[in-house]
């Protein structure tokens, strides 16, 4: 089974609806991330987490929102979702910060499609 | 403004020879440096990592070699092979703040030749 699951894989939705991706883990990590990748663009950082109770805004966070419901699961929801919101979005898990080395485990990935 | 950029979008070896991957950043606070390899459908997988402090690190057939005057690193693969063949995305960390996250750069697609 993989370590870090995300859902739906893939995903239409029309403008203005309300979207929820879903990420859960089973590696036990602190710390959690959800980036989106738009096509020939490298990844850009939305939120990440450290723990439950400890959210942090990314590069591109604005119309995006985040829960922290356990340890492991953290989800990204588009209050309102817009066409440029469209992109593949990847969870990602990490034991420790990125900077001691510790290795960052991506998630396969939702391909959103806003209409 | 981009902080890590990768100007090759794509890069054609042949196998066996050897690839050599180039990333360039501005940010001069980054840290750590790390390769990631993509294949289509699935996410990013670690693939090496620099620190600051140093100037290579080889793991296997993949070296890379950091440059901090120029700010500049490179991924080297010898030699390459058929599974090498995916998109391989530079990312940086910076700490300061206790900020955390990668900021990636946009990718080089390597096609390995036979």
């Known amino acids: 089974d993989a370590d870090v699951t995300q859902t739906p894989r893939n995903r239409i939705t029309k403008t203005g609806k309300r979207i929820m991706l879903e990420c859960s883990q089973t590696?036990?990590?602190?710390?959690m991330y959800w980036y989106r990748q738009d096509p020939g663009l490298g990844l850009r950082l939305i939120y990440y987490?450290?723990?439950?109770?400890?959210?942090n805004k990314g590069e591109i966070s604005d119309g995006y929102s985040v829960s922290r419901q356990a340890q492991a699961k953290f989800s990204l929801s588009l209050e309102s979702a817009i066409p440029n919101q469209t992109a593949l979005y990847f969870c990602?898990?990490?034991?420790?910060?990125?900077?001691?080395?510790?290795?960052?485990?991506f998630g396969p990935g939702t391909r959103l499609t806003v209409t | 403004d981009q902080q890590v950029k990768q100007n090759s979008p794509s890069l054609s070896v042949q196998e066996g020879r050897i690839s050599i991957l180039n990333c360039d950043y501005t940010?001069?606070?980054?840290?750590?440096f790390l390769w990631y390899k993509k294949y289509p459908a699935e996410g990013p997988t670690f693939l090496i990592s620099?620190?600051?402090?140093?100037d290579k690190n080889e793991d296997g057939r993949f070296t890379v070699f950091l440059n901090k005057s120029a700010k500049h690193l490179s991924l080297h693969i010898v030699p390459s092979q058929p599974g090498d063949s995916a998109v391989y995305f530079c990312?940086?960390?910076?700490?300061?703040?206790?900020?955390?996250?990668?900021?990636f750069g946009k990718g080089t697609h390597l096609i390995i030749q036979p």
């Open positions: 990602a898990t990490s034991d420790g910060p990125l900077i001691y080395n510790n290795e960052q485990y």
């Open positions: 590696k036990g990590h602190d710390r």
């Open positions: 987490s450290f723990d439950v109770k400890d959210i």
């Open positions: 940010n001069s606070m980054f840290d750590y």
């Open positions: 620099i620190s600051s402090i140093k």
């Open positions: 990312a940086a960390v910076y700490s300061g703040g206790g900020a955390d996250g990668l900021t």
